[in-house]
């Protein structure tokens, strides 16, 4: 008879040592490939909107102090592209920063809510008025508490962002279900056993879902706080633009400011997926 250790792996036989398995990293092809092919989409996009705009010009002969043409808002891109690269830099770090803000205090926030309905009931409600109030009211608020300079607009966008972070963590951190709740009970796993090795994995699907949806608003805030306060940023450059009637100029940095929105929303989704791949 042969044995039957002739018929298994090398590294399974008695006394084999055991091939350690290579080490990933952090797959970003599957990443760079998404970002590129949405980024893609987004110039095809642009341009068949600037060719509508200049045969909206064309047909209903829409004069230039009302609606400058594509080519003259290029023209005030490349002449103040130094001007409108600062601003765009200011607001997406105040943006980044006020994510950043945002994100940590859903996070504990959604944490506090798993681990105790009673504050859920108590501080649900105050949260959901503090997010429901217009901004407009609370922005004199925030002008007080962080004054007129970058920290009123990191203020505003981790208030207006935290809200959406925290009910997709919140909704993440309930998805396990029962039957795998008491599966870690009784292998003896505790409440942080728990929530690094079943909650969190289950809860990173919704929680960049939420930094999805708080990403694609998230420069406009950045933007708004700016015009409230004349802190330097898109924001500011836009209102002086139009206070001088520079159209072109203002048509500028508002394009400016939906690429690098669209460029904050699109690295959410290359983060998301660069998670997905690595923990495959």
Request: proline share 5%.
């Amino acid at each position: 008879m042969k044995s039957t250790a002739m018929n298994l792996p090398d590294n399974t036989l008695p006394g084999a040592a055991s091939t350690p398995r290579a080490s990933r990293g952090i797959p970003l092809k599957g990443a760079a490939l998404l970002s590129a092919q949405r980024m893609a989409g987004y110039l095809a996009v642009m341009l068949a909107v600037a060719l509508a705009w200049q045969l909206a010009i064309w047909v209903f002969e829409v004069p230039a102090y009302l609606l400058p043409s594509p080519g003259a808002v290029a023209q005030a891109f490349g002449a103040h592209a130094g001007d409108i690269g600062e601003a765009a830099w200011r607001t997406v770090q105040n943006t980044v920063i006020g994510m950043g803000v945002a994100t940590v205090v859903a996070v504990l926030l959604a944490l506090l809510f798993i681990a105790s309905p009673l504050a859920d009931r108590a501080l649900m409600p105050l949260i959901v008025v503090v997010r429901t109030v217009p901004m407009i009211a609370i922005a004199p608020v925030l002008v007080l508490i962080f004054g007129r300079d970058r920290w009123n607009g990191v203020g505003m966008v981790a208030l207006l962002s935290f809200f959406q972070i925290m009910l997709a963590a919140k909704k993440g951190f309930e998805a396990p279900s029962r039957t795998m709740l008491e599966l870690m009970h009784c292998a003896g796993a505790g409440f942080w056993a728990t929530l690094l090795k079943l909650r969190l994995p289950c809860a990173l699907t919704h929680l960049f879902t939420g930094l999805r949806i708080a990403s694609a608003s998230a420069i406009l805030c950045a933007m708004f706080a700016e015009w409230l306060s004349g802190a330097p940023g898109l924001g500011s450059l836009i209102l002086d633009a139009n206070s001088r009637q520079h159209f072109a100029l203002m048509w500028a940095a508002v394009g400016a400011g939906t690429l690098v929105s669209y460029l904050f929303f699109t690295l959410t989704i290359a983060m998301e997926r660069a998670v997905q791949d690595w923990s495959r």
